[in-house]
């Protein structure tokens, strides 16, 4: 009898776990269609992500392409003054797509929009350097004028009179059109070489052999270059489109701008304000911080350049000769805090 009942009890607690188990059983269905139909919805907003992006790339590869060639239309036919200055505002709506773009373009789809953008550039530059007269050439006795119709202060290997250089000629005296775009320095050693806001509105400055000076650009320019420069320091204001460095070192620079691209430069600090993504290309030892020089009109300056002000990725940089993604360039690093603080003036 005693046997009975305790198999009684032990078939007695099977039916109970066998009905737990039964009541369990919808729980664990219903949690388990939750989570396919959480997946479902998940996959499903990342096709719909995805299908944005594709989207955007797609209007900005049309758009680009749109407007590229008809910058390149507007080159091929620039035998006048407006047709250029068309040219170059349409150039600054093109890099102005491309920074709206950076944050859905795959970062070839940059590098291939940037790549074009320089290519443009230099072929304004060469189109306004076509059409300016041919006295802007000629040597002078105390002046002479540079191969991409810079201002020389002096002869190469002649050092210049101390102080300031000469403010350039208008463009009245200058008669001619060549003036009205393009000015900088070249072939100066150990000089001071600045330029006032009425200088350098929009116009494109060249900056080229320059050791160890120091140039302060005060105010806007449209374009920036400085080629073979040695131990300088440049402060320029805001410039409404691209700056260039190509073969500088042991030099330290504050720009705002566009766009950046440094190539076969060493040793060098940059301070920087940048609404696109900084280039560098052969290059070794380039440091970044963020932009710090001021001056009395700068507000006025940004306000002329178009540049957002709120908009900077001074250490968002590309090197094109570093594509490993996992591990940081050894080409270019950021500035540490402590070497930050420069007294400019």
């Keep these: 009898m005693e046997t009975g009942n305790c198999s009684g009890a032990v078939v007695g607690n099977g039916d109970i776990g066998s009905q737990r188990d039964r009541s369990l059983l919808p729980e664990r269905l219903q949690r388990r269609d939750q989570e396919r139909q959480l997946e479902v919805e998940r996959r499903k907003q990342k096709r719909q992500n995805q299908e944005v992006v594709e989207e955007k790339s797609d209007y900005f590869t049309s758009a680009f392409a749109r407007e590229r060639a008809a910058v390149e239309e507007l080159l091929e036919g620039g035998e006048s003054v407006e047709r250029l200055e068309e040219a170059a505002a349409r150039l600054q709506g093109l890099q102005k797509l491309l920074n709206d773009s950076v944050l859905f373009l795959a970062a070839y789809e940059v590098r291939q929009g940037q790549e074009a953008l320089a290519q443009l550039q230099a072929a304004l530059a060469d189109r306004r350097l076509q059409l300016q007269p041919k006295k802007r ?3 002078k006795t105390r002046r002479k ?5 810079t201002e020389v202060d002096a002869a190469p290997g002649t050092q210049a ?6 403010s350039p000629p208008s463009v009245k005296e200058e008669g001619g059109l060549g003036s009205s775009w393009l000015c900088g320095f070249s072939n100066l050693k150990s000089q001071v070489l600045e330029k006032r806001a009425e200088e350098l509105h929009q116009r494109d400055v060249v900056l080229t052999e320059l050791s160890n000076c ?3 650009l005060y105010g806007n320019p449209n374009t920036l270059r400085l080629t073979k420069a040695r131990g300088c320091t440049l402060l320029c204001g805001p410039v409404s ?3 260039f460095l190509d073969d500088c070192s042991e030099c330290v620079l504050a720009v705002a701008c566009q766009q950046l691209r440094v190539h076969t430069t060493r040793d060098t600090r940059i301070f920087l304000q940048v609404t696109s993504r900084a280039i560098v290309e052969d290059c070794k030892g380039i440091q970044f911080a963020p932009y710090t020089w001021s001056y009395p009109g700068i507000d006025k300056d940004f306000e002329s350049s178009g540049l957002d002000r709120s908009k900077n990725n001074w250490n968002d940089v590309d090197d094109f000769n570093w594509l490993a993604r996992d591990m940081a360039s050894p080409n270019w690093s950021i500035l540490p805090e402590e070497e930050r603080t420069i007294q400019w003036d």
């Design 214 to 216: 120091t140039i302060k």
């Design 145 to 149: 004028d540079a191969a991409l119709a």
């Design 161 to 166: 009179a101390e102080g300031i250089p000469a």
């Design 137 to 139: 050439f000629a040597f």
């Design 241 to 243: 489109t691209s700056v």
